[in-house]
C-alpha cells in the first residue's frame, strides 16, 4: 500500500515505537522494534531526533484507530515516516485510506517491507526471540499464542488477529530463559486467549507453566488474564505448586448480569463465575482477583447494571477495568436493538469506577502491618522506589534502591492506588 518515492531514500535511520492497547500489542511492538534494529534501524527516545515514527496499533474500539492515526498525524507533520502494525493495519482498505499518506502498513505473517530491509533482516514472520525484549525493564511479556475463537458478540479481535494458535512450548522456553539472562526477573505470559494452550494436541497451559516455573533464575511468573472456564483443576494445582506463580488471577466478568452476558455470548453466567472464583480462593493462598467490565451493554437495563455494580463488592476485586461499551463495526452486538445513550454509557462507568475505587482501597487495606516482597522497578525519587507485590499490587518503598531489587518490608499505609512500605533492614 501507498508508500512509494518517499520511502526510496533513508536518512538516520532512528525510530521512535509508539504503542496502543493490550499486553500481546505491547510484545507485537517489540518485536517490531527488534525486526527494525536487526535492520539496521536505531530506536530512540521521545525527544531524540528520528526519521520513523512506528505505530504499533489497537482496533479493540471505535476509539482506539482513531487515536492511532492521531499519533500518526502529527508524526507526518513533524516530517516524520510512518510504519503502522497492528490490529488498525488489518483493518479494511476503506479505513486505512484514512491514515497520512505514503503511511506505510506491515501486517503479520506478510513480508517485511522492502522499504525496511538490509540483507540480513529477516523477511517473514519471524524473529529473534531475545530480541523481543523491552529494554532496561524488571518485567517482561512473554507472548505463547495469538488469535481467538471465542467470538465474543462485541469483540472485533478475532476477525483482525485469526483462529487461536499456539507457539511451541521448546519456542516459549527459550526466550523465557533468555529473558532471565538478560536480568528480567518476572514474566507475564501473555495470548489473546491462553486459556486453551494446546487444545489442538501436544503440552497444555499448566505444562507450559510446569516448565517456565522451572527456570533457573526466575523469580516471579504471572498471567495475563484467563477465561473464567479455563481456570481448571489441573491448572489450579499448578498454580498452587510452584512458589514461582504469583498469586493473582485476572478473571474479565464484562457483566454482573446474565441476561447481559448472554447477549454478549460469554459462554458462562454468573454462578459459574462464582464457582470459579470459589475454586481460586480455595487452592491459593489469598489470591488477587482482577477483572474487566464492560458498561452500557445494548439492552442493559438499570436492573443489569446494578447487579454489574453489587459484582464489585461481592466478589472483592481487588482492580477493575472499567470499559464504557464501544460499538464495532463487523460485530453482531453493533447491529443489536436498544443501544445505550453515550452519556447513560459515561456516568454508570463513572459509578462503576467509585465502586471499583472503594474495592481497590478495602484489599489494599487487608495488607496494613503485614510484610511484603517487592521488585523494584524504574522511577520513582530519591526516597521512594516503585515497584509490584506478589499479589500486583502497586507499591512505594522507602528508603529507595536500585531497579531489579527483591525487597520484603513493612506497610505502614495503604491508599486505593498503592501500598507504603518500610523496606526492612538488609
Not at 511492538?29 to 520513523?52: D, I, T
Not at 482506539?64 to 507533520?77: E, N
Request: with cysteine; glycine share 8%.
Amino acid at each position: 500500500m501507498g508508500a512509494a518515492a518517499k520511502w526510496t531514500s533513508l536518512g538516520d535511520r532512528c525510530f521512535r515505537l509508539f504503542c496502543f492497547g493490550c499486553k500481546v500489542s505491547q510484545y507485537d511492538g517489540r518485536a517490531v522494534a527488534a525486526r527494525l534494529q536487526s535492520a539496521g534501524w536505531r530506536e530512540v527516545g521521545a525527544r531524540a531526533p528520528h526519521e520513523l515514527a512506528v505505530i504499533q496499533s489497537c482496533a479493540v474500539t471505535t476509539e482506539a484507530p482513531t487515536k492511532c492515526r492521531q499519533a500518526a498525524r502529527r508524526a507526518a507533520r513533524a516530517g516524520r515516516r510512518i510504519l503502522v502494525a497492528g490490529c488498525a493495519a488489518s483493518l479494511a482498505d476503506s479505513v486505512v485510506a484514512d491514515w497520512p499518506a505514503d503511511t506505510l502498513f506491515w501486517r503479520a505473517n506478510t513480508p517485511w517491507p522492502a522499504a525496511l530491509r538490509r540483507s540480513s533482516a529477516p523477511t517473514d514472520g519471524s524473529n529473534p526471540a531475545a530480541a523481543r525484549r523491552a529494554p532496561a525493564r524488571t518485567r517482561a511479556l512473554l507472548k505463547v499464542q495469538d488469535g481467538c475463537d471465542l467470538r465474543c458478540s462485541y469483540c472485533i479481535v478475532p476477525h483482525l488477529r485469526g483462529p487461536a494458535r499456539d507457539r511451541p512450548l521448546a519456542e516459549c522456553l527459550a526466550e523465557a530463559r533468555a529473558c532471565v539472562a538478560a536480568g528480567q526477573r518476572e514474566l507475564v505470559v501473555s495470548g489473546i486467549w491462553v486459556g486453551p494452550y494446546g487444545h489442538r494436541g501436544g503440552p497444555r497451559l499448566a505444562d507450559l507453566l510446569t516448565a517456565l516455573a522451572t527456570v533457573p533464575g526466575l523469580l516471579r511468573l504471572r498471567l495475563s488474564s484467563l477465561h473464567p472456564r479455563d481456570l481448571t483443576a489441573e491448572l489450579l494445582a499448578v498454580w498452587g505448586a510452584h512458589p514461582v506463580l504469583m498469586p493473582h488471577l485476572h478473571l474479565p466478568l464484562q457483566s454482573g448480569s446474565d441476561r447481559i452476558l448472554a447477549a454478549m455470548r460469554r459462554g458462562y453466567d454468573l454462578a459459574a463465575f462464582d464457582r470459579a472464583v470459589a475454586a481460586a480462593r480455595a487452592a491459593l493462598p489469598q489470591p488477587a482477583l482482577s477483572t474487566d467490565l464492560i458498561v452500557g451493554f445494548p439492552g442493559e437495563t438499570e436492573t443489569d447494571f446494578e447487579q454489574t455494580l453489587a459484582a464489585i463488592p461481592r466478589f472483592r476485586f481487588s482492580r477493575c477495568h472499567v470499559f464504557p461499551y464501544s460499538p464495532r463495526q463487523g460485530t453482531p452486538a453493533a447491529h443489536l436493538p436498544n443501544q445505550i445513550p453515550p452519556a447513560v454509557r459515561r456516568a454508570r462507568a463513572q459509578r462503576l469506577r467509585a465502586a471499583a475505587v472503594a474495592a481497590a482501597a478495602a484489599y489494599h487495606q487487608r495488607f496494613l502491618g503485614q510484610h511484603v516482597e517487592i521488585i523494584v522497578e524504574r522511577g520513582g525519587t530519591a526516597q521512594w522506589s516503585p515497584g509490584y507485590t506478589r499479589h500486583y499490587v502497586p507499591a512505594w518503598l522507602s528508603p529507595a534502591v536500585p531497579a531489579g531489587a527483591l525487597m520484603t518490608g513493612q506497610v505502614t499505609a495503604a491508599t486505593a492506588e498503592r501500598l507504603i512500605v518500610r523496606a526492612d533492614p538488609r
